[in-house]
């Protein structure tokens, strides 16, 4: 997928481009005053249209294809680094509560958050505890089971999982250009493609180029994101788009994951890297199931009044003719049977 992305032609450094001219070929950053390791990475471009003076027809729409190349920019440009570039679920908040020490007299000394970012006697932490650094605090020196802990820092406190805070500090210090999408960003993103798509609803070869261009956009996003994300578009065809690569990304990933478990074993590659591959299987099977859990165990609608019997000796609750509690719908209609 990103070694053939969708452009629509070989653009010359912002500022200089005309529009509608050319409609072929890729292009390579050159410099444009960023520093020497900044990685060269494939640019997109879309279709832009010829305007007069007082015809503002493709004013909206240029605005939401300017939008779209800055960001998809930004997202490649990270990509090439080596970083994750987008994560849809931390936004600005959970940046601050990452980045921003609160006032010490804020919290009480035997809170978490105080904890969190303040030691014993008083002094700053330098970085904020994470949720695991805290669990473990927790269980040392409160004595309380890792699951217990775990759930604490997880529900009663602010701290993030190691991953994503180190993600944030790294994005703080990362140059804008290849700086990665926080959720706001990424939602704006999204927006402007699905605008794109709307806008471009002729017939002309620019419209359809733009078109095509955003529906291989859509299904490269999804491509990069390791973690399950609901579609975010509106366009059914892009959202469509995004799924189906999104979800094939993750079934490829633990296929990838069981071929390394598989074939190079624990002798040959250690048992960090066989555990290594073993988590990252676990990991995108869990994603996979959040992807399908929707479908599989639909939610009730409790909207209705649930009716309450006695079944072979015990209360039972239904709740249009399914049983409370039951996963499988053959299970509920034979309760369901033995109540009528």
């Not at 936004?91 to 020490?101: L, P």
């Not at 065809?237 to 799924?243: D, G, I, R, S, V």
């Not at 909207?303 to 209360?315: D, N």
Request: some cysteine; hydrophobic content about 45%; glycine content about 8%.
């Amino acid at each position: 997928m990103l070694g053939n992305l969708p452009t629509a032609h070989r653009a010359p450094p912002i500022g200089r481009r005309i529009a509608g001219q050319g409609c072929h070929g890729t292009s390579k950053f050159s410099g444009m005053g960023c520093s020497a390791t900044y990685p060269r990475t494939s640019r997109i471009r879309f279709v832009y249209f010829p305007t007069t003076d007082g015809n503002d027809r493709w004013a909206a729409c240029h605005q939401h294809l300017v939008m779209a190349e800055v960001l998809l920019d930004r997202v490649l440009a990270a990509h090439a680094a080596g970083l994750r570039s987008m994560v849809p679920a931390l936004d600005h908040a959970a940046e601050a509560r990452a980045m921003v020490r609160p006032p010490r007299g804020l919290f009480h000394v035997a809170t978490l958050e105080y904890r969190r970012w303040y030691h014993a006697d008083g002094t700053a932490r330098a970085q904020p505890l994470t949720q695991e650094a805290l669990a473990a605090q927790l269980v040392a020196a409160d004595g309380l089971s890792m699951e217990d802990a775990r759930h604490r820092a997880a529900r009663r406190s602010h701290a993030l999982p190691a991953a994503d805070q180190a993600w944030l500090i790294d994005r703080r210090h990362t140059q804008l250009q290849q700086r990665p999408l926080n959720q706001a960003e990424f939602h704006t993103l999204v927006n402007a493609i699905d605008d794109v798509w709307q806008s471009c609803a002729g017939t002309s070869h620019g419209e359809l180029a733009n078109r095509q261009i955003a529906l291989r956009v859509a299904a490269m996003l999804g491509s990069l994101l390791d973690e399950y994300v609901a579609s975010p578009f509106k366009v059914d065809a892009l959202a469509q788009a995004f799924t189906e690569c999104h979800l094939g990304h993750l079934r490829q990933t633990i296929e990838s994951s069981r071929q390394a478990e598989s074939t190079a074993g624990v002798l040959l590659t250690g048992p960090k890297a066989w555990f290594a591959a073993k988590a990252t299987r676990m990991r995108a099977e869990h994603q996979i199931g959040l992807a399908m859990s929707p479908t599989v165990f639909p939610v009730l609608n409790l909207t209705v009044r649930p009716v309450i019997a006695v079944v072979g000796g015990r209360l039972r609750t239904f709740v249009h003719g399914w049983r409370r509690g039951d996963s499988s719908v053959a299970a509920a209609a034979t309760a369901f049977t033995a109540f009528g």
